[in-house]
């Protein structure tokens, strides 16, 4: 597999560890994977693949007839395997840029940057985790699992979607030795009291050292709840609207609690990943 | 053949290079991505006296060619500026252009003061932000308003002063020479222009501050134009800013009288295009046998004469 140079290789400042590039990627495919996702799989080079579970990508999206997507999309990391060369997204077409990737085709370029943000943090007192996410929250915890599985840690991923068919990553994570519980809105599981009830009758067994979690207001209010019951902590992975990505335009704040006061942090910068405990739903 | 001279003189100031980001659009997280001393000069965000959280999100938007933003100035201070920012940036040989606003003249006068430290090698007063003494009418937006600002700032520093437009006033020559007579060393066309977008699903505003910045290249041309008239009307050095993202993007600018120029939003699309305009600055002057970037400034050729 050839790996393709990045649009300008210029060093970083005196000083400085290199922790993303500006590069060209290859697409490799760009698949839908049910009705509502599709998985992008990029040939990308070595310096954008130093890549942890929970960071991003800015993607300079291809423009979809009649729109004219200008800035960069913030996406999440679905798959990285440097040694493959590979880079992947799993996305839900819901805008002009998302529109602009889906007409992607296997040979055509995509200019990405990357890695950014903070990831998740695995200390060792966590042995025992628990994921909790829906939709396409799933994609951003996807690599967490896998950092579960190298370095030893029970996991229990619980998968929300709208019906059963529609959750995400349910193989991937069984693959990564998780245990998958599948809650949907059809049946009425993926209701918070019915969350709740599974989540306390798990922590009464002491299988949950910590929770991770993404994207969802209810979800975050939920975890917050139980976490403050139990002690439980947890760190959740966040979005906001963002114009760079690295820091520079803070568009992209949040307000988050630090002891008595309420701070902005930027998500692209200091997050995407944040304590459950002092993020604001 | 000797490699070309791409340094500039902006006032009193030599720049190894024409270009330098525009401030808001530039922070040491750029550092990640390239080496920040090949640019020719570092303009940091706006700076304000006192602490500000800054506006209500969504603070951007994406539009046809270009974006809106209502970042609102969130500023750590004066304080974090002179014990963390300035001794950061010092390390760099680039010269360091700060970024200062208030919205009122005493405010300003008094953190143009509060700036002039050593390592910093000019002032940007952001004369375009909103006045809360005349209405929330931006200084720039008349030249009653940018000259007594300008007055005020003078007699604050002996630093060299810039004065960074609005696009927004109707009379740009009249504010530029209004800068230029009350000490301006520089004159900067331009900041962004107030635009609005409204999401038609929900009719809702796509700015949480209801109105923002136009920028992108979309708006090149307001800037350029800007650029051509104050070139023509002022003897102080005019810098460009607004839309600027290619290498004829930078050359339009140097060629309408721009001394120099800013990059902003492109960084936002490409963060490494600041470097890569350099380089191809460089390459463009070898190829065409340029050996100099005055051969290049205020070249504009108009048919028929001058036309301002």
């Known amino acids: ?281 | 053949m000797s490699p070309p001279d791409l340094s500039v003189k902006v006032g009193e100031l030599t720049f190894a290079n024409p270009i330098m980001p525009a401030s808001g659009t530039f922070s040491e997280d750029l550092s990640d991505v390239f080496d920040l001393d090949v640019l020719g000069a570092h303009v940091l965000k706006t700076i304000m006296h006192g602490k500000r959280a800054g506006n209500p999100t969504p603070r951007v938007c994406d539009l046809q060619g270009g974006m809106l933003n209502a970042i609102g100035i969130p500023s750590k201070g004066i304080d974090d500026f002179r014990d963390r920012m300035l001794p950061y940036w010092s390390a760099y040989k680039a010269p360091l252009v700060v970024s200062i606003s208030a919205h009122s003249m005493d405010e300003f006068a008094r953190l143009a003061a509060e700036v002039s430290l050593p390592g910093v090698a000019a002032i940007e007063a952001n004369i375009s932000c909103p006045n809360i003494e005349a209405d929330g009418n931006a200084f720039a937006m008349r030249p009653d308003t940018t000259a007594e600002v300008m007055r005020r700032l003078r007699a604050e520093t002996d630093l060299p002063l810039w004065a960074k437009l609005t696009p927004n006033t109707g009379e740009p020559v009249a504010v530029a020479m209004a800068a230029e007579a009350e000490g301006a060393d520089a004159i900067v066309t331009a900041n962004t222009a107030l635009g609005m977008s409204i999401d038609v699903r929900t009719r809702q505003p796509r700015l949480g501050n209801v109105m923002g910045g136009m920028s992108g290249p979309a708006v090149k041309p307001i800037a350029l134009r800007m650029t051509y008239q104050c070139a023509h009307a002022c003897r102080v050095p005019v810098i460009g800013c607004g839309g600027i993202a290619t290498l004829d993007d930078v050359l339009e600018f140097l060629i309408a009288g721009a001394a120099a120029v800013q990059v902003g939003t492109a960084t936002f699309r490409s963060p490494t295009v600041m470097a890569r305009l350099i380089a191809e600055l460089s390459d463009w002057m070898q190829e065409q046998g340029v050996t100099s970037l005055g051969e290049i400034i205020g070249s504009v050729q108009i048919p028929g004469g001058e036309a301002a």
């Open chain 1, 1 to 281: 597999m050839t790996l393709i140079p990045s649009i300008l290789s210029v060093p970083p400042s005196p000083g400085v560890t290199a922790r993303c590039a500006e590069a060209r990627a290859i697409v490799l495919s760009n698949m839908p994977v049910n009705g509502e996702y599709r998985l992008l799989t990029l040939d990308a080079p070595a310096e954008v693949l130093d890549c942890a579970p929970g960071q991003f990508f800015q993607l300079l999206c291809p423009v979809p007839e009649g729109e004219h997507p200008f800035l960069r999309r913030p996406m999440s990391i679905y798959g990285y395997d440097a040694h493959a060369g590979q880079l992947q997204f799993l996305y839900k077409i819901a805008g002009a840029g998302t529109r602009g990737l889906a007409t992607l085709r296997a040979g055509d370029t995509l200019n990405v940057l990357g890695p950014l943000g903070q990831g998740f943090t695995m200390p060792d007192a966590w042995q025992n985790l628990m994921l909790v996410a829906r939709g396409v929250g799933l994609a951003t915890l996807a690599p967490l699992a896998r950092m579960a599985q190298q370095q030893g840690r029970s996991l229990t991923a619980i998968c929300s979607a709208r019906s059963p068919e529609l959750a995400m990553s349910v193989d991937l994570f069984r693959s990564y030795g998780a245990e998958v519980i599948v809650v949907h809105d059809e049946d009425g599981s993926s209701e918070v009291p019915a969350l709740e009830a599974l989540i306390e009758a798990r922590i009464a067994a002491g299988r949950v050292d910590a929770f991770y979690t993404c994207g969802s207001r209810r979800l975050l209010t939920m975890l917050q709840g139980l976490g403050q019951k139990h002690g439980i902590p947890g760190e959740i992975a966040m979005e906001q609207q963002m114009a760079c990505g690295l820091g520079m335009c803070q568009a992209c704040v949040r307000p988050f609690r630090e002891g008595n006061e309420v701070v902005h942090r930027r998500v692209c910068r200091e997050g995407p990943v944040f304590s459950i405990s002092e993020a604001i739903a």
